[in-house]
């Protein structure tokens, strides 16, 4: 936008506890160096009044969770738009079909920011399950010192540790991408399975390329990274949890679309499978679901993205695009609508 005698005007739109946890005294100098800040944030509305003249003021949104969904309609109501910068991951929450339509609107994701935490927290999950660090926890306090897991029980368990491990990744996205990067510098076996990545790919990454049956049967670690399409649903299914190992790790930090839970609950039942959760399906899970109360289940809440102080990292990049947008400059993360076809 160089060349104009204004600064453009920015919307602020998210959830309310959200600018907070987005923007510290930096990041608010950072903004209004170059835009001017449309008072009244954060919006979450833009059907009220006070929402659609903000929206018709804007030149660039910044959004984030909690942004209403920019239909067909309410493009009509913001002839100024140009540019949507999401401080989150997946801009399908409010960007639909019919928004991709509309020409002339940049967007920009911090999918990549996003993606440190969740690859951090999957890659120390697969640790911690390697080990069994869940279940061994929840013996010790029962036990409460008495005996002790190597005196009592021995230490030999092959099914136990991490030297060598077989761990699978589904999908060879930013976040199974940066698993894989993190697991080849220690010493783990790795496999992946990804309709889009060619052999020679997977190799230069350090693993190897696998038909996701035979990953599921190789692997004793699988850990799922796909995005949300209409193919990949349940595409973990009775048949699939059948061919992991006994014994074996189901890791979920993606989306609970991709595993039928139905056929998960008969497996973790049996105590077969060793399995943790971030993200079930439903959203979260119904009180009297016994995936709580299973020894070999760890449920966590939906907490392996950015969380406390990574948000500054999100907003960090939402406004590294502002600021490149409004000096002429590309984007380092534009999202087009051909994207949507492998990306969550």
Do not use: C
């Given at each position: 936008m160089?060349?104009s005698?204004?600064?453009?005007?920015?919307?602020?739109a998210?959830?309310?506890?959200l600018?907070?946890?987005?923007?510290?005294?930096?990041?608010?100098?950072?903004?209004k160096?170059v835009?001017?800040?449309?008072?009244?944030?954060?919006?979450t509305d833009?059907?009220?009044?006070?929402?659609?003249e903000?929206?018709?003021e804007?030149?660039?949104?910044?959004?984030a969770?909690?942004?209403?969904?920019l239909t067909?309609?309410?493009l009509?109501?913001?002839?100024?738009?140009?540019?949507?910068?999401?401080?989150?991951a997946?801009v399908r929450?409010?960007?639909?079909?019919?928004f991709?339509d509309a020409p002339?609107?940049?967007?920009?994701?911090?999918?990549s920011?996003?993606a440190?935490?969740?690859?951090?927290?999957?890659f120390?999950?697969?640790?911690?399950c390697?080990?069994?660090?869940f279940?061994?926890?929840?013996?010790?306090?029962a036990?409460r010192?008495?005996?002790?897991?190597?005196?009592?029980?021995?230490?030999?368990?092959p099914y136990?540790?991490?030297?060598?491990?077989r761990?699978g990744?589904?999908g060879?996205?930013?976040?199974?991408?940066?698993?894989?990067e993190?697991?080849?510098?220690?010493?783990?076996q790795?496999?992946?399975y990804?309709p889009?990545?060619?052999?020679?790919?997977?190799?230069a990454?350090g693993a190897?390329?696998?038909?996701?049956h035979d990953?599921?049967?190789?692997?004793?670690?699988?850990?799922?990274?796909?995005?949300?399409?209409?193919?990949?649903?349940h595409m973990?299914?009775?048949?699939e949890l059948?061919?992991?190992?006994?014994?074996?790790?189901?890791?979920?930090?993606?989306?609970?679309w991709?595993?039928?839970?139905g056929?998960?609950l008969?497996?973790?039942?049996?105590?077969?499978?060793?399995?943790?959760?971030?993200?079930?399906?439903?959203e979260?899970?119904?009180p009297?679901?016994?995936f709580?109360d299973?020894?070999?289940?760890?449920?966590?809440?939906h907490?392996a993205?950015?969380?406390g102080?990574e948000?500054?990292?999100l907003?960090?990049?939402?406004i590294t695009?502002?600021e490149?947008?409004v000096?002429?400059?590309?984007?380092?993360?534009?999202?087009?609508?051909r994207?949507?076809?492998?990306?969550?």
């Open positions: 160089t060349g005698s204004r600064k453009p005007r920015l919307l602020v998210m959830r309310d506890e600018p907070e946890g987005f923007f510290g005294p930096h990041e608010w100098v950072r903004l160096a835009v001017d800040v449309i008072p009244g944030f954060p919006f833009f059907d009220t009044l006070t929402g659609a903000a929206l018709a804007a030149d660039i949104l910044l959004a969770w909690g942004t209403p969904a067909r309609a309410r009509k109501r913001a002839p100024r738009l140009r540019m949507v910068a999401y401080a989150a997946s929450t409010f960007a639909p079909a019919e991709w002339g609107i940049l967007v920009t994701t911090a999918a920011a996003m440190v935490p969740v690859a951090e927290f999957t120390a999950a697969i640790i911690m390697g080990k069994d660090v279940r061994l926890r929840d013996d010790h306090r036990e010192g008495a005996g002790g897991f190597g005196s009592r029980r021995g230490l030999n368990f136990l540790g991490n030297h060598s491990r761990v990744i589904v060879a996205s930013r976040i199974g991408r940066l698993i894989i993190m697991l080849a510098r220690s010493k783990f790795i496999a992946v990804d889009f990545l060619k052999a020679q790919e997977a190799a990454l190897m390329k696998m038909e996701l990953l599921l049967a190789w692997s004793d670690t699988v850990s799922l990274h796909a995005p949300i399409l209409p193919e990949t649903r973990i299914g009775a048949r059948s061919l992991m190992a006994d014994r074996a790790v189901l890791i979920n930090t993606a989306r609970g991709l595993v039928d839970h056929a998960l008969v497996e973790a039942r049996s105590g077969r499978l060793r399995i943790l959760i971030d993200t079930p399906d439903p979260p899970l119904p009297d679901s016994p709580y299973l020894p070999n289940v760890v449920l966590t809440p907490i993205g950015a969380l102080n948000l500054r990292a907003s960090d990049l939402a695009e502002i490149r947008f000096g002429g400059l590309p984007p380092l993360h534009p999202v087009h609508k994207d949507l076809e492998h990306m969550a």
